[in-house]
């Protein structure tokens, strides 16, 4: 069957939007080509700077016949009916139609043919519009075309369309149609320096080859390849190593058609500004790697730059132009180091006075000073240096005001830390400034010394509790101010310490110690607060495959929203979870489950519920008895478990109950003749369902 | 180009450097403009660029802008930030199918061969918004260093551009130290000419730097520029609005160019009293919101009067 290769040959496509784009172009045709019955085996798209590439193979020569029936107006309708009929049709007359009898009479039916058309021209009208309709984040218009309205827009100015399409044993043909002008066809060029001609292919296996031969390596993932490699091999021939960065290497595989990888070097004496802010300088503004002396893991006066040509001075020039790029900028960034390093961070915290944090939420100032005070009050909470931890709270966020994080935002609290030590602060005070902002997403680790997990919480709840207050709540899709990572964030801070707060409190004491509320007034907020925290702990437990409906069990019993700390809600999950993975729990489940049912059923019937407690004397089977006795020795049993926080004795308590409510079951009949012993039995089974509920709430939990 | 003296190639002095500039673009077409007569922020803001980019009729012009930027002052002490330095500014309307082709040539011209050096064009999105412009296109690296934008405007003063212009900005200090291999602005040699007959780009601007800086971040006067922005910006609206008519057939305006010079200088009394350090952050916003005010009404003006409109 015949293959497609459609190319797009441009100006410079913005590296980062390369791979969607392949994407893109891959689904739309492909997408098109189903829809319109083409069903093809398989496809493959490819970017480079100046063109998105496509082949798909295995497509039908000609779209199948289509025979669809329309069914028309009864015999005998209206004329104008039967006119309407035979208009939408095509027949010339009823003669053509077949007559279909059903329930309701006789009906006309209209049997269209719609013959299949050859691939090539559905594709030549597939193709300008998935061209004209192409979703780049931002596109424009260029030349005199753009003039009129209507012109044709496109990442940057496209110039030339390769399409073509036929068997591997023939010579293709090329799908004709034209976009603003530019007209499909069969050439395309080679590397803008190396071999810029014109290149005449015709399908995608000597398209490839041809473009390498023409110094351009379509296939991104084969240029990260190259580069990785070669970068690789450079640094190790020097007994270094290079500092890989997947980032970097899809940014920089985006700006090369023909990946030359070089080494430069510059000044050792840059080499005592920290790793970081020399690899932040390098990279973002060079987009080169850096690289490391594996035996002490710091980094060398050594760059790996990736050239897109092959220079006949072997690249002599380009490395010692790179070389005197970076000088400068180095040279910038260490005068902005030792700068920052003139003043001590406290000295910078008056400035903060000026700098609004949001127009409703007062000025970082104020702000540093109630995470302060939060994070003062958390401290005993979790074994932090009360001192301590304000003093961290404290400078956290001053190096928001230094040189270099103004001129790498992505440095900040790093810098902190290096810039707390270098004026001679306690090492956990210092670490706090970079530990606090974590973790930055489901990812990124979580801090774990006490003083950076009091610092860090504070800030977080700081956060939450400030946009709840100005009701600034993420909804939809919409979370400016990332506080759906924030409150991710404080659950596994919590979780992943085994930490014990209450939220609830917390935000009570902030609230009205920052913010000067009184409780009856934000009572609300703080639900509302509660509520966001448990859902976010349900994703966050999902994404660890526990059980929505044992988290629901749970929460039903004892929540966030009435004043649980999150630890032993999260344990008691994972209790319950093991538990009904056993025969016990299973069949406990069942039989609570059972339980339920029946008494769901009886208090419909009477219309009343039956929570009062058994009376002893109308127990007539032994089975009642000792079911009643299990019940008041599990309830006891298990409450002191939950109350000690220990959800495997309880769980094993409650396994004590499952023969007893099975022994009940199979002996006993609830809907007793006597009303009085069937109501006491009701009320017996009440209590299967109480007594559970000391560790979960089972009537929520699925199957 | 092989009857240049030695003293006038470009890889040997800055003036050499910009006249071949000139000559390349002069020789595509377009019309070589001297610098206009007053202070901005960089060469878009002549309205050989900023108007002319607007309405249907070609234009194709280059030339050299001294461009302000007061806050980039160092009192000469940094080798390669100024205050004052100057842009080479080409417009082309509608942009040529081939302009990526002649700007690289235009790099051959000064000593730039793109088969030795890496020449990138790397994605920069433009938007200015004292002007209400944007245009996609990109930041032209060689070796690793940014030393052209290129962008295909989009719209100006609020206005859409129909056609598109091409518009090419040329660093010419960072260029030309790059092809005479210096690594401080002010060791550039001017004129070409060696020995006691050499004059260095610091013989002519370091002093000025110096001045500058000291009047830009201490001693210019706030109070009168704060007067001086309001004077700009009622004049501009007060000539934009007697500048229109009622012609045969449609609207005309007959002002258009004088108002847009008291935006043009509202924009650079801005950039001074930024530069001061008198403007806070949510002022810095309203002023440049007011300077972009000034220019989409200019640019509405331009294009009802002779040179702007469509035929």
């Known amino acids: 069957m015949p293959d497609l290769l459609l190319e797009l040959f441009s ?73 309407g009929f035979l208009k939408a049709t095509g027949l010339k007359s009823l003669d053509e139609a077949k007559i279909q009898k059903d329930a309701k009479g006789d009906f006309y039916i209209a049997l269209i043919e719609k013959p299949g058309r050859a691939a090539i021209d559905v594709i030549a009208e597939i193709l300008p519009v998935i061209i004209r309709t192409f979703p780049w984040p931002k596109s424009m218009r260029w030349g005199a075309r753009s003039a009129k309205s209507g012109s044709l827009t496109w990442v940057r100015p496209l110039h030339a369309i390769t399409a073509t399409f036929g068997l591997e044993t023939e010579e293709p043909d090329i799908v004709k149609f034209s976009v603003d002008g530019i007209e499909a066809g069969q050439t395309t060029y080679g590397h803008r320096f190396m071999a810029p001609g014109a290149i005449s292919v015709r399908r995608f296996e000597d398209y490839e080859a041809k473009l390498k031969a023409a110094k351009v390596i379509l296939d991104p993932q084969a240029r990260k390849d190259i580069i990785l490699e070669d970068a690789k091999e450079l640094a190790f021939a020097q007994g270094l190593e290079l500092v890989e960065d997947q980032v970097l290497l899809d940014e920089v595989s985006g700006l090369v058609e023909w990946p030359v990888v070089m080494m430069g070097s510059f000044e050792k004496e840059f080499l005592s500004i920290p790793d970081e802010v020399i690899r932040a300088t390098i990279r973002n503004n060079q987009k080169c790697f850096v690289v490391k002396d594996p035996k002490t893991g710091k980094l060398t006066n050594k760059f790996v730059l990736t050239a897109n040509i092959e220079a006949p001075d072997g690249g002599k020039t380009i490395v010692a132009g790179n070389e005197r790029v970076i000088r400068p900028r180095l040279s910038d960034a260490k005068f902005f180091y030792e700068t920052d390093l003139k003043t001590r961070l406290e000295d910078r915290l008056p400035k903060f006075e000026q700098i609004v944090f949001h127009e409703k939420l007062g000025t970082q100032a104020e702000r540093i000073k109630r995470i302060e005070r939060l994070a003062a009050e958390i401290a005993p909470l979790v074994g932090a240096d009360v001192e301590k931890t304000r003093r961290a709270a404290r400078l956290a966020k001053a190096d928001l005001l230094t040189e270099v994080v103004g001129e790498f935002p992505e440095l900040q609290g790093l810098m902190g830390k290096y810039y707390a030590l270098a004026q001679g602060e306690d090492a956990s005070v210092a670490a706090a400034s970079e530990e606090h902002w974590k973790p930055q997403g489901p990812t990124d680790r979580v801090p774990t010394d006490p003083l950076s997990v009091a610092v860090a919480l504070a800030d977080k709840l700081d956060t939450l509790a400030g946009f709840w207050l100005i009701d600034e709540k993420p909804t939809g899709s919409k979370d400016p101010f990332a506080l759906r990572r924030a409150a991710l964030g404080v659950i596994r801070i919590v979780l992943e310490n085994r930490t014990r707060i209450g939220f609830r409190n917390l935000v009570e004491f902030h609230l009205k110690n920052s913010f000067g509320k009184d409780y009856l007034d934000v009572a609300d907020i703080i639900d509302h607060l509660m509520i966001f925290f448990e859902e976010r702990l349900k994703v966050q437990l999902r994404d660890q495959k526990a059980r929505h409906d044992l988290v629901d069990a749970v929460l039903a019993t004892g929540s966030l929203l009435q004043g649980h700390p999150l630890m032993p809600i999260v344990d008691r999950v994972d209790a319950l979870g093991r538990f009904l993975d056993t025969d016990d729990g299973k069949n406990l489940l069942a039989g609570t489950k059972r339980a339920s049912n029946i008494l769901t059923i009886e208090e419909k019937k009477d219309k009343r519920e039956f929570d009062h407690e058994p009376d002893a004397a109308l127990y007539k089977l032994d089975e009642e008895k000792t079911l009643a006795k299990a019940i008041d020795q599990v309830k006891a049993e298990a409450s002191a478990a939950v109350a ?57 939990i699925e199957g | 180009m092989d009857a240049l003296p030695d003293h006038m190639r470009p890889e040997r002095s800055f003036q050499g450097f910009i006249l071949a500039l000139q000559r390349f673009w002069a020789e595509q077409g377009c019309v070589i403009l001297q610098p206009y007569d007053m202070e901005m922020g960089a060469g878009t803001f002549h309205p050989a660029t900023t108007l002319r980019a607007l309405g249907p009729k070609p234009w194709n012009a280059a030339y050299v802008q001294p461009s302000r930027r007061p806050k980039d002052g160092r009192y000469g002490e940094n080798p390669n930030r100024l205050q004052h330095y100057y842009q080479f500014q080409v417009i082309m309307k509608p942009s040529p199918p081939n302009l990526q082709e002649l700007y690289l040539k235009s790099l051959a011209a000064i000593g730039i061969d793109s088969a030795v050096h890496d020449i990138r064009f790397v994605e920069d999105d433009w938007e200015s918004p004292t002007l209400g412009a944007w245009g996609l296109g990109w930041e032209c690296w060689c070796d690793g260093m940014e030393v052209s934008q290129f962008t295909y405007f989009q719209q100006v003063a609020g206005v859409e551009c129909a056609p598109v212009a091409g518009e090419l900005t040329y660093g010419l200090e960072r260029l030309a130290m790059y092809v005479q291999g210096v690594d401080r602005v002010y060791d550039l040699n001017f004129n070409g000419r060696e020995g006691a007959e050499k004059v260095t780009y610091g013989d002519v601007f370091l002093q000025a730097e110096q001045e500058y800086s000291r009047h830009n971040f201490e001693y210019a006067d706030t109070a009168m520029l704060f007067e001086q922005f309001k004077m700009a910006e009622e004049a501009c609206r007060k000539y934009l609005a007697a500048g229109w008519r009622e012609g045969s057939n449609h609207k005309e305006h007959l002002m258009a160019l004088p108002a847009y010079d008291q935006c043009i200088k509202a924009s650079h009394v801005f950039n001074l009293l930024d530069a001061r350090g008198v403007i806070s952050v949510t002022e810095r916003q309203s002023y440049i919101g007011r300077v972009r005010d000034l220019a989409k009404a200019c640019g509405e003006a331009w294009i009802h009067t002779e040179t702007g409109r469509a035929v």
């Open chain 1, 644 to 700: 000690k926080e220990d959800f495997a004795a309880a769980m094993s308590a409650m396994a004590k109950l499952r023969p007893a409510v099975d022994a009940f079951f199979d002996k006993v009949k609830v809907n007793d003749g006597d009303p009085k012993v069937r109501e006491n039995r009701l009320k017996l089974l009440n209590e299967i369902r109480a007594a559970t509920r000391a560790v979960a709430d089972f009537s929520r």
């Open chain 1, 11 to 83: 100006e410079e496509i913005p590296a980062r939007m390369q791979a969607k784009a392949a994407d893109d172009l891959r689904r739309m045709v492909t997408d098109k080509l189903v829809a319109e019955g083409l069903v093809y085996e398989g496809a493959k798209a490819f970017a480079t700077p100046r063109r998105l590439a496509l082949t798909v193979h295995g497509i039908p020569a000609r779209q199948p016949d289509l025979k669809t029936e329309r069914r028309g107006p009864k015999i005998g309708a209206p004329d104008a009916a039967v006119q």
